[in-house]
């Protein structure tokens, strides 16, 4: 089968103009935050008060950022009857793994800087599932089951600072805006799951995703303060 062949089997949502306008802005008011967070770590980096590890974790945060919100922004823009809408819609998906990964990733390198182990395992890992979720994603996304599994990833990668006890190792402050992020992150993805065959709640995906960042981006940031 080529790969033109399976592209052709991949579903796109009817969402209504009005919905698709919604998503395009609803996401477009996250790429500031990618430029937010890479002017953060430029600063203090300039001003000696993180380490060169400490402003690549922030700027590999920001770019998975604006490459999430970038994505999503170009794939509701284009019309459902291109194949390009097929091509960005698997692009939509996998940046999600690139988000959860990007955004562990400085308090990864947080956490290895403090001389914690848990934070290299957790990276590792990370990196791991992010590559396993795009590359089913880039293959198979006409499969449901990988659909299926990819919420489930997306979860277990959310949550994995939780189930490795590296949260002990942060402030109050950074955790409680990371955790809350999680919980918002979660209760997201739930609700597209279980309204998937109610397009509008795509829409509202997009909010918990927008304001999940926020949330997390306040508490990453915290670390770095």
Same mark, same amino acid.
């Given at each position: 089968m080529s790969y033109y062949t399976l592209l052709t089997q991949i579903k796109v949502p009817p969402y209504? @103009? @009005?919905?698709?306008? /919604? *998503?395009?802005?609803?996401? $477009?008011? !996250?790429?500031? $935050?990618?430029?937010? =967070?890479?002017?953060?770590?430029?600063s203090r980096y300039? *001003?000696?008060? =993180?380490?060169?590890?400490?402003?690549?974790?922030l700027a590999i945060f920001a770019l998975a950022v604006f490459l999430l919100y970038t994505f999503s922004v170009f794939y509701h823009?284009?019309?459902?009857?291109? &194949? *390009? @809408?097929? =091509? /960005?819609?698997?692009?939509?998906?996998?940046?999600? +793994?690139l988000l959860i990964a990007g955004t562990y990733t400085p308090i990864c390198f947080y956490l290895i800087s403090g001389g914690h182990p848990v934070g290299l395992v957790i990276f590792i890992i990370e990196v791991i599932a992010a590559t396993l979720g795009i590359l089913l994603n880039v293959f198979l996304f006409h499969k449901d089951i990988v659909r299926i599994f990819s919420i489930f990833l997306y979860i277990l990668m959310g949550w994995l600072i939780i189930f490795t006890g !590296?949260?002990?190792?942060?402030?109050?402050?950074? +955790?409680i805006f &990371?955790? =809350? !992020? !999680?919980i918002v992150y979660t209760i997201g993805v739930i609700s597209y799951a279980v309204g998937k065959k109610k397009l509008y709640f795509h829409s509202i995906f997009h909010i918990f995703v927008l304001v999940a960042t926020v949330t997390q981006m306040i508490g990453v940031l915290l670390l770095f303060s």
């Open positions: 209504s @103009k @009005k919905q698709e306008l /919604f *998503n395009v802005i609803s996401h $477009l008011l !996250g790429l500031p $935050l990618a430029f937010y =967070i890479y002017l953060f770590a430029l300039l *001003n000696d008060q =993180i380490s060169f590890f400490s402003y690549s974790g823009c284009l019309s459902p009857t291109s &194949i *390009n @809408k097929k =091509i /960005f819609r698997i692009i939509d998906h996998a940046a999600i +793994f !590296g949260f002990s190792y942060l402030d109050f402050w950074p +955790f &990371i955790l =809350i !992020g !999680g």
